[in-house]
Structures are given as C-alpha cells and as structure tokens.
C-alpha cells in the first residue's frame, strides 16, 4: 500500500476514533467497545456491499502489534501504575500471572481438547494465547466509578505480568506443537527457559531503564521536549532489544523500564517535565489504542465466526470457568498463606468477570506459522473469545460494579462529600454576595439562588455520629496535608521520592481509622511502624553493603556522595513533615468549633506528636551536623 495511502487512513481513522469518543459517553458504552463495533460495521458493510475499499489492506498484524502498540500500551500502564503499592500486591499478582496462568492454561487446552478433539498441543497453544488478560477497558471504568486503589493495582499488575507469561508459554507449547511432540528433555528444560526469559526481560528493562534515566537527566537542561522523547525512545529499545536480540520477554523488560525511569529518572527532574510526560504518554496511549481496537473490528469476519459458533461457544465457556478457578482459587489461598489483606468476594467477581481478551491474544495467534494445520481454526476461535469478552464482558461489567455496591461511598467519604459541598456553598454565596454589591443581581434572585443551594444540600445530608465526625475530620487533615505536599513538590522544596514517600503514607493513614477511644492507640502504631523499620530487609540490605564498602578505600568518596544524598532526602523529609503537620493542625482547629470536647484533641495530639517528634530530629541534626 502507498505510503500516502496509509497515512490518509491512520489519519482518518483517528478522526473516526475521536468522534466515536464523544458519542459513546451518550450511548453509555465502553470507548474501546465502541471502537470494535465501528470496525465491526465497516467490514460488515464491505461483505454485504461487494465493494473491496482502501481499507481492506489495512489490517491488524502480529508485528503491528508486538512491535508498534504492545510496547506504548505496556509501557504507559507500568508508567501510571503505582509501583509501591504493586510490591505490597507483588505475591497474589505474581500468583495470578504465573500459576494462575499456567492453570488456566491446562484448563483451557483440557477443556477443548476433550470437547472439540483437538490435538493436545494445539489445544493447549489455544489455552497459552487466550489467558491472558488486557482490562484495558475495565481499568478506564475502575477509575471512573472508584473502584478501591488495591483492586485496580490487582487487576492492572497481573495484566502486565501475564502478558509476558502468556507469549512465553506459547513460544514454548508451539515448539511442541510443530514437531509433534514433547521431549522429557524439553518438558525438563520449561521451567528453566521461563525463568531464563522472564527474570533475563527484567534484569535487561532495568539496566536499559537506569540507562537512560542517567542519560536523559544529564541531557535534560530544563527541556521538557527531551524528557519525553527519551521516554519514547526507551519503550521501544528496551522492548526491541530484549524481544529480538537477547531473545527474552520484551514485556517485561518495558515493564522494568518505566518503573526504573519513574523512580530514577522522573523523580529528579521538575514536577512541571514530570508532569509533561504522564500527559504525552496519555496522548499516545489515545492514539494507540483507538487504532488497535478499530483494526480488531476490522479483523474480524462476522460470517466465519457465525459458521463456527458452537465452537466459539464452547471455548469462551472454557475460558470463564478457568479464569474462576484462577481468581477463586488463588487469591483467598495467597491471602491467607501470606498473611495479607483480604480481596473480598465482590472484588473477586470483578476480577474474574473482568479478565478481558485483547489485541495481544490476536497478535499471538496471526504468528503462529502456516505449517500448522489448525492455525485458521485457532484464529476463528480467538477473534470469536475477544468479540464476546469485548462485547458482553466490558459492556456489563460497569452494571456488576454498581450491582455489587463496589462504587458505593463509604460513610466516611460521603461525610467528606458533604463538607466540600457546605464549602462550595460558602464560596458560592460569596460570589452572590459581591454580585449583588456590584448590582449585577438583586435581592429576589440572590434569595432564590441561595434557597435552591440550601435545598440541594438537604437532599444528600446524612447524621453521622461522633466518630464518624471524628473521622470526618481527620480525613479532612490529611486533605490539608496532601494540597501542602502538592504545593511543596511543585515550588521544587522536595524531590520526587521524597514526594512518592509522603504520598504512600498519606494513602495509608486515609485508609487506617484512628481509634479515638484508646488513647495509647498512636504509641502502638508508632511502636509498630519503629519495629517494622528495624526489621526492614532494604534497611537491612543497605545497612550492609555500606558497612562492606566503607572496608575499601576506593570506595569512600561513592560513600561521601551517598550519605549526603541521604542527608538531604531526610532534611526534605522533616521540613516537608513539619509543613505538612502545620496544615493539618490548622484544619483541626477550624473544626473545633463544630465538634469540641477530649476527643478532638486526641487526633490533635496525634498531629502535635508527630510534629515535635519532626522537629526534634531536625534540631538533633543541626547540632550534629551544622555545616551541612
């Protein structure tokens, strides 16, 4: 096809794509499901008009896939995620990428192997190419509707994992499959190949991500345009590298590079370039996903899918029955056998009726060579597991969320709800005020205006009791607390770990209570958190290596340039700490005289602990180390 051909196309598909963005918010139906659907149409209307359009030669292709998309959509999705709490999350993640995939896999293959008598290997090629997951969609809906934090790092941490557990497996299973046969010497040798291509994608993301990080913070000079082409150019190496040259998982290895290029890279450039690459990586992601899902739709043929329907039929129920025991099974048994927080049952049918099929599955089974007789039917049956999970998974899956209650609001939220809306009404009735002052309203429309506002905020007020109030106003200290960590970030007071640190905290204490009745409560968690740093494994790591390097005097201005990093982390730390607690005590007091009494000023004696506390570090510091 011409190169001015394709251009016209992409271009016109993006046009499509972002007029289709606008109409699916009014029909209530998923972006990326509405995408398919027109695709869907296009071909459809080419069958049933006999024309053979420009479009028939644009179609979705395995390297298109691998090497163009996979590389953005992975490497946006780890660059959002939150890597912190994917290590808390990191063994049920893992669980469910690896065993959980490798189970599913077995079912699957079993499953049509007994029903449709298919050859084993290929049965199980089918269940290696299809368990993976792309909630590409469903994560989009998670942040619209609320979906807790610890969900979504669940669902979207072991659809980047097992993405790379998928294409190994099948690399794996078709080597099989074309000769006919498994080996005891290969069926010995799989575990180590994984691991060899699993944990080799990882150690090749991260040295290429430190790489660059080093690379582009040296060349950044303030340049925000430089940032993001960096970044660019690292998605795309780190994934063609690994994936052609090493020969190990090109999704891991993105999944490795953006983490680093977060926690390295990004955390000492400005908040504004920061910023300014989350936003680009937002606009690529845009692009690439309107093509992919367009060029889903127009991938499939409506009339090779309606002629083997029973077949599709069979194999999507195959794969929610081995997606159930994945979740069901697997979950509640790592919960319980790491002693982790639970994943609630609701949860877990959102992370089951969730597992969405995608454009990898597709881009798996179009490689698989012409050698192999069954590859048509394969491909009839993974395009007919994606249409469904795409259509009736993704369209529903918005209904079950409000079904199970998951979106509802906590009465804590809901108390913090209703204080923004009393100050909007505050800041609105200012407004008409000054209005009024300025004779731009008169009395009669000032009067009516307020009226209708003090009745809106009736409809949706709620009794709560004392500490529920209580809890109102903590979380109303720690909203103090996040604007000054925001505003310290952004004037360039604090670096970004420092920055990621107290943001992890504030997390944390949003979701534990404060137990206003025992008064040892703060002692307790604060002896806890004092144990929890003695017995750290990084601490203890660290603590280590530098009692190793300080043996060697090569080593000691590496030691100078650290401990005065370290120095300066744990200054930021505390003048940011003392801020921070400041707001929050001055957001205590204006509630005062709203609640009063002892058990406000035991929340006010948390804040006031921890400020002194702060500050006694800090002077503690400045006398042991003036100069610095």
């Not at 051909?5 to 139906?29: C, E, H, N, Q, T």
């Not at 991500?209 to 582009?216: A, H, K, T, V």
């Not at 990004?266 to 309107?290: D, P």
């Amino acid at each position: 096809m011409p190169l001015l051909d394709i251009l016209y196309l992409v271009f016109g598909l993006l046009l499509l794509a972002m007029v289709s963005a606008s109409i699916s918010r009014k029909v209530a139906l998923p972006y990326s499901v509405f995408l398919v659907i027109i695709g869907l149409l296009i071909n459809l209307s080419e069958t049933l008009f006999n024309q053979t359009w420009l479009i028939h030669d644009f179609h979705l292709t395995n390297e298109l896939v691998l090497f163009v998309f996979l590389p953005a959509l992975i490497f946006e999705s780890a660059l959002s995620l939150d890597a912190r709490s994917l290590l808390k999350n990191l063994l049920p993640v893992l669980v469910l990428a690896i065993p959980g995939m490798f189970i599913s896999m077995l079912l699957v293959g079993v499953g049509l192997w007994y029903s449709l008598s298919l050859n084993i290997y290929v049965a199980l090629l089918f269940g290696a190419l299809i368990s993976a997951t792309d909630p590409v969609a469903v994560v989009a809906l998670f942040k619209e509707l609320g979906v807790t934090r610890r969900l979504m790092t669940l669902v979207e941490g072991e659809s980047l994992l097992n993405d790379a557990t998928a294409i190994v497996l099948f690399h794996i299973i078709l080597a099989s499959a074309l000769s006919a046969g498994l080996s005891v010497d290969d069926a010995i040798g799989i575990a180590p190949e994984f691991l060899r291509v699993f944990i080799g994608g990882i150690a090749v993301g991260a040295v290429i991500g430190l790489l660059f990080s080093e690379m582009m913070v040296r060349f950044y000079h303030g340049n925000d345009t430089i940032t993001v082409v960096f970044s660019i150019c690292l998605a795309y190496f780190s994934f063609f590298i690994a994936e052609r040259e090493l020969h190990v998982s090109g999704v891991m290895s993105v999944l490795a590079s953006a983490i680093c290029l977060n926690l390295v890279g990004l955390m000492r450039v400005s908040h504004e370039t920061s910023h300014t690459v989350h936003s680009s990586w937002e606009v690529l992601l845009l692009i690439c996903n309107s093509l992919l899902f367009i060029l889903i739709g127009l991938s499939v043929d409506i009339f090779n899918l309606i002629g083997s329907w029973d077949s599709v039929l069979l194999a999507v129920a195959a794969v929610l029955l081995a997606r159930a025991v994945s979740v069901y099974l697997f979950v509640p048994l790592t919960t319980r056998f790491f002693a982790l927080p639970k994943v609630c049952l609701n949860e877990q049918h959102i992370m089951w009726w969730g597992g969405l099929k995608g454009g990898l599955a597709i881009a798996i089974v179009l490689s698989i060579p012409d050698q192999l007789p069954e590859k048509q039917l394969l491909i009839d049956l993974t395009v007919g597991v994606v249409m469904i999970s795409l259509l009736l998974n993704a369209t529903t899956i918005r209904h079950l969320i409000h079904c199970l209650k998951i979106d509802r609001l906590s009465n804590s939220e809901w108390a913090e709800y209703q204080q923004n809306r009393e100050r909007v009404k505050l800041s609105v009735n200012d407004v008409l005020e000054r209005f009024n002052q300025m004779k731009l309203l008169d009395n009669q429309l000032q009067n009516s205006l307020g009226a209708a506002l003090e009745n809106d905020l009736k409809q949706v007020r709620l009794d709560f009791s004392k500490v529920q109030r209580l809890e109102q106003v903590h979380l109303s200290a720690l909203n103090a607390e996040r604007s000054e960590l925001e505003f310290l970030h952004e004037i360039g007071l604090m670096n970004y770990y420092t920055y990621v640190t107290f943001k992890d905290i504030l997390n944390e204490d949003s979701e534990r209570a404060i137990y206003v009745d025992d008064p040892n409560s703060h002692d307790i968690n604060h002896q806890q958190i004092t144990e929890n740093v003695k017995h750290n494994r990084f601490i203890r790591i660290e603590l280590f290596l530098i009692r190793l390097l300080s043996k060697f005097n090569g080593t000691l201005w590496l030691l100078v340039k650290y401990q005065e990093r370290r120095f300066a982390n744990r200054i930021q730390h505390d003048i940011a700490g003392i801020l921070m607690a400041h707001e929050g005590l001055k957001e205590i007091k204006r509630n005062e005289a709203i609640l009063g009494g002892d058990k406000l000023s035991k929340i006010k004696q948390i804040y006031q602990t921890r400020l002194q506390r702060r500050q006694k570090r800090l002077n503690g510091f400045k006398q042991m180390y003036p100069e610095f």
